[in-house]
């Protein structure tokens, strides 16, 4: 069979970006030259939530997760030397979605680009936000505008680029159901193709060019057979929606758009060579049905859940999606699961269960008013909760975790500390002096006249993305821009569904959460208080809390007093709060790796407030020397996600708090 008889391989991506625009930008090039055939940024989380480098709550996290975009120079140095031109690209990015396409847009002209030509994609869906990732900044009403304001623009001055993924790849992240996956992420593409509408921006006759840019960014786990099923279902749900709901013709413009970057959160850090076929499975979901193959692929690296990886670590993922387009006969034939009665039935299945959630999201006045109720979040943590306790219980088996346990010598791991890639820790006061250097020497009567003009603009009805173009032509930085709007539109702290979410494990006599309940009630009755009180803190801008919010249920579920506030917060703040609350116990959750800085700055402040009898646990993904680091600067304990057992972590933190409170130990197993 002859190439030209084949379908084309789908766009394959590595999502990357480190350190600074320059290293990042190496890495772009070298990927590019290995085949890769689109880019995925990611950004750090100081300009994923609309900070400067020189912001507090940057502090330990400037190129950690991504790489730091302060302003035009530093987009210049992202892309330089890459056609934007001829380069598909999509861009990880939300709350501040708007700023760093207008960066990109004015990059891409200064190469002397015509922006009709560019394509690519801003993810740029706030209510996964507010529900599982944690990089919002803005409340729902503004932030929904920001993303109306973008469609409108794009649609008519970048016809090609594709202004918003729905992304219900971190619903799934955050323990979505199949069905809760579809209908979160059909529900919020109703309510921005409903604001769009409504804004009166595009003309009726062209709403088919909206409904044709709207993409999605999903999920493939490793149930193989619900997760291929689930795209169907997705793709018949979108086709019926964009045909009643909008009346759109064109069934070109109804066909369901999506990227995929298979499961993160399956991830093992025991026996870690597994997750390769892991990996391989959760691609083959997504591409061996050829009538609901996703369009673009990225898949994350073997070693995620220990660190970040290398490059050569995502080259290995890379070439695995080049083996199936290239090796194999995938590309050669129609859909090979047309006409199984197996597949037709579940996907009814699907289907049918996901249209009656979005009914009834429908009835509580759509996805914005069940984020602001808390009724999404809360479900989302509920489902996680039931999938965690299904894991420690047994029922749900991962290899390597709670089933064939035993392994020989692992030769990718034999050096911890060598199998992830560092950030250099002087990068930080290397980036913020550079960002002060280009504020000292940028026109600051023009960045000034900008910023005032974006503020008019907010304040008004006019789309706010011209004022937006100017203002990173002016070189105003990325936190200036987002606090001008935080000053128009304020911020917004969402649910954390804590509270609500039902018990997940059962205590019944005998069963490991009864014998960790009775040693929490033991240890508060030697302390002379009804209750233990733990403190569950996320310092710094990393916003996925998913691990976090177990904890807090599990500990609530336990017995304890539980006290989370949610997300972003400073080390000062995390450390009044426990003096405040008077807690037994202070739990911190980071997961961007900036821990070696937040962790103890914590444990400094309470022993400088004079509470040493509080104990400080830390988890996350913490490489091996790092923990060590922190044991040795007093943290009483380090979890990573090795620690699956949530009821096992919370009789942990009762001996933590005995014998901080040279309380003696209790021979109640747990």
Excluded at 635 to 648: H, L, N, W
Aim: charge should be negative.
């Amino acid at each position: 069979m002859t190439e030209r008889q084949k379908d084309r391989p789908w766009l394959m991506r590595t999502y990357a970006g480190h350190s600074t625009a320059e290293a990042s930008n190496e890495l772009y090039r070298r990927n590019l030259a290995k085949g890769q055939t689109g880019l995925s940024v990611a950004f750090d989380l100081p300009t994923q939530t609309g900070y400067d480098p020189d912001h507090v709550l940057a502090r330990g996290e400037v190129g950690r997760v991504g790489v730091p975009v302060s302003h035009l120079g530093d987009m210049r140095r992202l892309f330089q030397d890459i056609p934007l031109e001829q380069m598909n690209t999509s861009m990880t990015i939300n709350a501040t979605a708007m700023w760093l396409l207008a960066l990109y847009q004015v990059v891409a002209e200064e190469q002397g680009a015509d922006a009709d030509k560019l394509q690519g994609t801003t993810q740029n869906d706030i209510v996964k936000e507010y529900l599982s990732r944690g990089t919002h900044v803005f409340p729902p009403g503004p932030s929904l505008r920001l993303t109306t304001d973008m469609i409108t623009y794009t649609v008519n001055r970048i016809p090609k680029w594709n202004p918003i993924n729905i992304c219900s790849y971190h619903l799934q992240e955050a323990g979505a159901t199949p069905v809760q996956e579809i209908a979160y992420a059909m529900s919020t593409a109703i309510a921005v193709l409903d604001a769009v509408r409504d804004s009166g921006q595009v003309p009726r006759e062209r709403f088919g060019d909206v409904v044709a840019r709207i993409s999605f960014f999903v999920n493939a786990g490793v149930r193989f057979i619900e997760e291929m099923c689930k795209m169907r279902a997705f793709g018949r749900i979108w086709d019926r929606v964009t045909r009643e709901r909008y009346g759109v013709v064109n069934p070109k413009q109804r066909r369901f758009r999506y990227g995929v970057q298979v499961n993160s959160l399956g991830l093992t850090e025991a026996q870690p060579e597994n997750n390769v076929q892991r990996i391989v499975l959760e691609m083959l979901a997504v591409t061996l049905s050829k009538d609901a193959r996703a369009r673009a692929v990225q898949l994350p690296a073997w070693n995620e859940a220990l660190g970040l990886p290398r490059p050569w670590d995502q080259q290995w993922s890379l070439r695995i999606q080049q083996v199936l387009a290239h090796e194999s006969d995938l590309l050669e034939y129609e859909d090979i699961f047309a006409g199984s009665h197996v597949i037709e039935a579940k996907v009814e299945e699907l289907v049918t269960e996901s249209l009656a959630e979005i009914d009834r999201i429908q009835q509580m006045g759509g996805a914005m008013a069940a984020v602001e109720s808390g009724y999404l979040k809360s479900e989302l943590v509920s489902s996680h909760a039931a999938r965690r306790a299904r894991i420690e219980g047994g029922e749900e088996k991962i290899v390597g975790v709670n089933v064939y346990e035993s392994t020989e010598p692992n030769p990718l791991t034999a050096d911890l500390d060598a199998a992830i890639m560092t950030v250099d820790p002087e990068n930080e006061a290397r980036v913020v002096a550079a960002l002060h250097e280009w504020r000292d020497n940028r026109d600051e009567a023009r960045a000034t006249e900008a910023l005032a003009a974006l503020k008019k603009a907010a304040a008004g009805t006019e789309n706010m993305m011209e004022a937006t173009v100017e203002c990173a032509r002016a070189g105003v930085t990325t936190g200036e821009w987002s606090w001008a709007l935080r000053d128009v539109f304020g911020e917004f702290r969402a649910p954390t569904g804590v509270s609500s979410a039902p018990l997940a494990v059962t205590a019944e006599p005998g069963t490991p959460l009864a014998l960790v309940r009775e040693k929490a009630a033991r240890t508060a009755g030697d302390l002379g208080v009804g209750r233990l009180r733990l403190l569950v803190g996320k310092p710094g801008l990393d916003g996925h809390s998913n691990g976090a919010e177990q904890i807090a249920v599990r500990a609530r579920d336990a017995g304890f007093e539980v006290v989370y506030q949610g997300i972003r917060l400073t080390p000062e703040q995390i450390t009044d709060a426990a003096l405040a609350e008077d807690v037994h116990c202070v739990g911190l959750s980071i997961l961007s790796g900036s821990h070696a800085e937040l962790v103890p700055d914590v444990l400094t402040r309470l022993r400088e407030a004079g509470a040493t009898d509080i104990p400080v646990i830390a988890g996350g993904i913490i490489p091996p020397a790092d923990a060590n680091a922190l044991i040795a600067a007093g943290v009483a304990a380090v979890f990573t996600p090795k620690d699956f057992g949530i009821t096992e972590i919370i009789g942990r933190i009762v001996d933590e708090i005995r014998k901080a409170n040279k309380l003696d130990p209790l021979e109640v197993p747990a």
